[in-house]
T-cell receptor, first 112, second 114 residues
Framework: AQSVTQPDIHITVSEGASLELRCNYS??????LFWYVQSPGQGLQLLLK??????LVQGIKGFEAEFKRSQSSFNLRKPSVHWSDAAEYFC??????????FGAGTILRVKS | ETGVTQSPTHLIKTRGQQVTLRCSSQ?????VSWYQQALGQGPQFIFQ???????GRGNFPPRFSGLQFPNYSSELNVNALELDDSALYLC?????????????FGSGTRLTVV
């Protein structure tokens, strides 16, 4: 069965510092992978997605993610974090039939 | 283009009661999926509706049911509410037949069962 693991429940970074959020997936074929962000009281906003091709994917708000098949990972990165990036981040994989399977999420705190 | 609208935003129900949550899909989308997000967890797939019929279901009991209407809007009904049903319920719309998996999520309905 497909699953998504986000090893870090909470991460705290200083404003201006770089960020990497980890995501590992378990899936037999080439996965369709997503990163979403959720601000308090809000729905999910798509940051980026990977289907095939270039393994480095650019998204909105300056985020990028790299697909590494050998490590079954799809980590999210940002070179310089802003205070407004504080939110919860979810990695997800599509299961056949267009169902998203989400990880448990990583809460990002940004300190000034 | 309009996004996904969910109503109500919050509600409180008593254990054993029934509840109906509503979702208006994004303009141009014909598929609606519902997710349950318990506190501290990622969203869990409940079911999906396409052409007014259920098109896949997650690991949820039959007391979770839904409808899709000709205008592609949708309802989620939960009978015999239990305390563990307290969660944020998210609706996502998409366009079937495309391979870009362009889901648009609503802001959710926060359900509290007491």
């Amino acid at each position: 069965a497909q699953s998504v693991t986000q090893p870090d429940i909470h991460i705290t970074v200083s404003e201006g510092a770089s960020l990497e959020l980890r995501c590992n997936y378990s899936y037999g074929a080439t996965p369709y992978l997503f990163w979403y962000v959720q601000s308090p009281g809000q729905g999910l906003q798509l940051l980026l997605k990977y289907f095939s091709g270039d393994t480095l994917v650019q998204g909105i708000k300056g985020f990028e993610a790299e697909f590494k098949r050998s490590q079954s990972s799809f980590n999210l990165r940002k070179p310089s974090v802003h205070w407004s990036d504080a939110a919860e981040y979810f990695c997800a994989v599509v299961k056949y039939g267009n169902k998203l399977v989400f990880g448990a999420g990583t809460i990002l705190r940004v300190k000034s | 283009e309009t996004g996904v609208t969910q109503s109500p935003t919050h509600l409180i129900k008593t254990r054993g009661q029934q509840v109906t949550l509503r979702c208006s899909s994004q303009s141009g989308h014909n598929t609606v999926s519902w997710y349950q997000q318990a506190l501290g967890q990622g969203p869990q797939f409940i079911f999906q509706y396409y052409r007014e019929e259920e098109n896949g279901r997650g690991n949820f009991p039959p007391r979770f049911s839904g409808l899709q209407f000709p205008n592609y809007s949708s309802e989620l009904n939960v009978n015999a509410l239990e305390l563990d049903d307290s969660a944020l319920y998210l609706c996502a719309s998409s366009l079937a037949g495309t391979d870009n998996y362009g889901y648009t999520f609503g802001s959710g309905t926060r359900l509290t069962v007491v």
